[in-house]
């Protein structure tokens, strides 16, 4: 298990003094491949407070975190021989904004900072920049040019490279998509989902867009007022009882095929996973 999250509670303190508990008895783990996992909740319901404990930005403050072997919790971090570098490096984090991510003057002395940060040398730093530039769909040319020239996208494509290549074994992007037109929100989904499974990379993705937790996520946890309020498969998430509980949107598929289910007086076996297999049970029903 890369990750575990043991009874984890976490304050942040107010202006008046006073604790805002932002996760509550969290208990969850995370394997190192294979996972494609997403993160849903409502504004505030804890989820960029949950993944900045799976790479160390934060503490809990009370309760533990495992990741990779390494126990976080009050005690430990306090040590002074106590090294975060290491998970940091297995477990890469992109957030929200790029430009939190990006300084140097050019996209590949960007991309190279990180893995010389951890020692890497300068040959195979760019070697890894090289190839990381190419895994999140841009090409060489890009290298040369300064990331502040650069749009939304592809700003938020060189921040991802710069993570990959400190080859973590664990992804975890906070909102990637959002700001995205439909066009590049889906090429940008299809680039997270090559690297899921050509590198076998556990993907963690936080969103609100219920069209990619349907389409994209093995896995999905869906956080509440700091609590996990659910921790399984994106097709039992979308039930009338969960959907009407947690406030969630429908993903459009699932709006169609109830639309079809009511205006045609038919029922479709199951939950089709995208508009090829909808086509596809539809000519089956019409048989």
């Known amino acids: 298990m890369a990750i575990k999250f043991n009874r984890v509670d976490f304050k942040y303190q107010g202006f008046d003094n006073k604790g805002y508990l932002a996760l509550s008895n969290i208990n969850v783990s995370i394997n190192a491949e294979g996972e494609f996992i997403t ?6 319901s804890g989820k960029t407070t949950l993944v900045q404990h799976m790479n160390a930005l934060l503490t809990p403050t009370s309760g533990n ?8 919790d009050q005690e430990n971090i306090k040590k002074k ?11 890469g984090l992109v957030f929200q904004f790029p430009e939190y991510q990006l300084f140097e003057e050019t996209v590949l002395k960007d991309i190279m900072f990180g893995p010389k940060n951890y020692g890497v040398d300068e040959a195979t730093a760019r070697e890894r920049a090289i190839k990381m530039i190419k895994v999140v769909g841009l090409d060489e040319s890009y290298l040369d040019r300064s990331p502040f020239n650069l749009s939304g996208g592809e700003k ?3 921040s991802i490279a710069g993570i990959l290549a400190m080859e973590p074994d664990i992804l975890i992007l906070d909102e990637p998509t959002s700001g995205l037109d439909p066009l590049g929100r889906d090429a940008l989904l299809r680039v997270f989902n090559d690297i ?4 076998n990379k556990t993907i963690i993705v936080i969103t609100h867009d219920m069209n990619t937790v349907y389409e994209y996520a093995k896995r999905v946890l869906v956080m509440r007022d700091s609590y996990l309020v659910y921790d399984g498969d994106p097709h039992t998430l979308f039930s009338k009882k969960n959907i009407e509980n947690w406030n969630l949107d429908i993903p459009d598929i699932i709006n169609l095929l109830h639309h079809l289910e009511k205006d045609f007086n038919i029922t479709f ?3 089709p996973q995208n508009v090829d297999e909808l086509l596809t049970m539809i000519e089956e029903v019409a048989k």
Do not use: A, D, S, Y
Not at 65 to 72: A, E, P, R
């Open 65 to 72: 975190v495992t990741i990779f072997g390494l126990k976080i």
């Open 196 to 199: 899921h499974q050509k590198l």
């Open 39 to 44: 993160l849903i909740g409502e504004t505030g």
């Open 156 to 158: 938020k494509r060189v």
């Open 81 to 91: 021989k106590f090294r975060l570098n290491p998970i940091r490096q297995k477990v």
């Open 269 to 271: 076996p199951k939950q």
